[in-house]
């Protein structure tokens, strides 16, 4: 490598002194600069559930939305209440959001992007969630760079994320969470009409998420998670008995399952990218 560089020396030196071209731009113009920003993928946490009423119209509401704005979000449904695909896991996600003194929670509840949070049926006065809502909470450039691949073995989902801070990134909380999927699933049907699910949570990869250390902008960084499913499909979770992973599982079609990545400040609630294996 440079033995080829010495050699083109020379011609690159001639060249210059030789040339009279006002129009003549120096190499450095040339070099693209580094990007500073990335185009925001609004991140919807959406708390649901088959025998929550209220749910249907919320779930018609958010795909009105979402359908307008392809390519531009991504999303994860947690059935709670009395849903029989609830979890521990999805439970604890709701109270996340939560102040610590809340015992019990509400659905439907949307967190977009982890600090927008509303009621997508409520809100405007009861006009409910809209496309200038989506434009407003995802206009801030994002400042992460995010994408993700998995693949799935037998009962294994894999994902290989690769992050990279475009601008610094100083705060001592930021966590990358992998969130596995099911994009349809129609066994936890309920009483509020709703015939089939999607986007629904299975999984954390890891829970708590994986701490994000030592950010250098622009430097590139991957990490390769697994969760293994054990056992067989289970039709007896409910609000009584909660899906134990150790034992079992509620995925319907492991070929239907996909994942979702997001970095988000613990702290802030602050989500500051999100990507996942779903392409429209």
């Given at each position: 490598?440079?033995?080829?560089?010495?050699?083109?020396?020379?011609?690159?030196i001639f060249a210059c002194v030789q040339s009279d071209d006002p129009d003549d731009t120096d190499t450095d113009d040339l070099i693209e600069p580094l990007p500073t920003t990335a185009e925001r993928r609004l991140l919807h946490e959406v708390f649901t559930g088959s025998n929550c009423g209220p749910c249907y119209d919320?779930?018609?509401?958010?795909?009105?939305?979402?359908?307008?704005?392809?390519?531009?979000?991504?999303?994860?449904k947690y059935q709670i209440g009395s849903d029989p695909y609830i979890s521990r896991e999805a439970v604890r996600r709701r109270m996340f959001y939560l102040p610590e003194e809340a015992e019990t929670y509400a659905i439907p509840y949307v967190h977009a992007d982890g600090v927008f949070d509303f009621h997508p049926n409520l809100m405007n006065d009861g006009a409910g969630y809209t496309t200038d809502d989506f434009d407003i909470y995802r206009a801030p450039d994002a400042v992460v760079e995010l994408k993700v691949t998995q693949e799935i073995a037998d009962q294994t989902v894999t994902a290989r994320v690769e992050m990279m801070a475009?601008?610094?990134?100083?705060?001592?909380?930021?966590?990358?969470?992998?969130?596995v999927i099911?994009?349809?699933?129609?066994?936890?049907?309920g009483s509020n009409g709703q015939e089939e699910f999607h986007y629904v949570f299975k999984k954390w990869i890891q829970d708590g998420g994986t701490p994000w250390t030592d950010v250098v902008v622009h430097e590139s960084r991957t990490e390769t998670l697994s969760y293994t499913f054990v056992g067989e499909y289970s039709s007896e979770t409910g609000i009584a008995n909660p899906v134990n992973h150790s034992v079992e599982h509620t995925v319907e079609e492991f070929e239907d399952l996909a994942v979702v990545a997001f970095v988000q400040d613990d702290n802030t609630l602050e989500v500051f990218q999100s990507a996942w294996t779903i392409t429209h």
């Amino acid at each position: 490598m440079k033995f080829a560089l010495f050699l083109s020396l020379p011609i690159c030196i001639f060249a210059c002194v030789q040339s009279d071209d006002p129009d003549d731009t120096d190499t450095d113009d040339l070099i693209e600069p580094l990007p500073t920003t990335a185009e925001r993928r609004l991140l919807h946490e959406v708390f649901t559930g088959s025998n929550c009423g209220p749910c249907y119209d919320s779930s018609e509401r958010l795909t009105e939305v979402l359908d307008a704005r392809p390519e531009l979000y991504t999303v994860i449904k947690y059935q709670i209440g009395s849903d029989p695909y609830i979890s521990r896991e999805a439970v604890r996600r709701r109270m996340f959001y939560l102040p610590e003194e809340a015992e019990t929670y509400a659905i439907p509840y949307v967190h977009a992007d982890g600090v927008f949070d509303f009621h997508p049926n409520l809100m405007n006065d009861g006009a409910g969630y809209t496309t200038d809502d989506f434009d407003i909470y995802r206009a801030p450039d994002a400042v992460v760079e995010l994408k993700v691949t998995q693949e799935i073995a037998d009962q294994t989902v894999t994902a290989r994320v690769e992050m990279m801070a475009l601008q610094e990134l100083t705060s001592p909380d930021l966590l990358l969470h992998l969130a596995v999927i099911e994009k349809v699933t129609t066994q936890n049907v309920g009483s509020n009409g709703q015939e089939e699910f999607h986007y629904v949570f299975k999984k954390w990869i890891q829970d708590g998420g994986t701490p994000w250390t030592d950010v250098v902008v622009h430097e590139s960084r991957t990490e390769t998670l697994s969760y293994t499913f054990v056992g067989e499909y289970s039709s007896e979770t409910g609000i009584a008995n909660p899906v134990n992973h150790s034992v079992e599982h509620t995925v319907e079609e492991f070929e239907d399952l996909a994942v979702v990545a997001f970095v988000q400040d613990d702290n802030t609630l602050e989500v500051f990218q999100s990507a996942w294996t779903i392409t429209h």
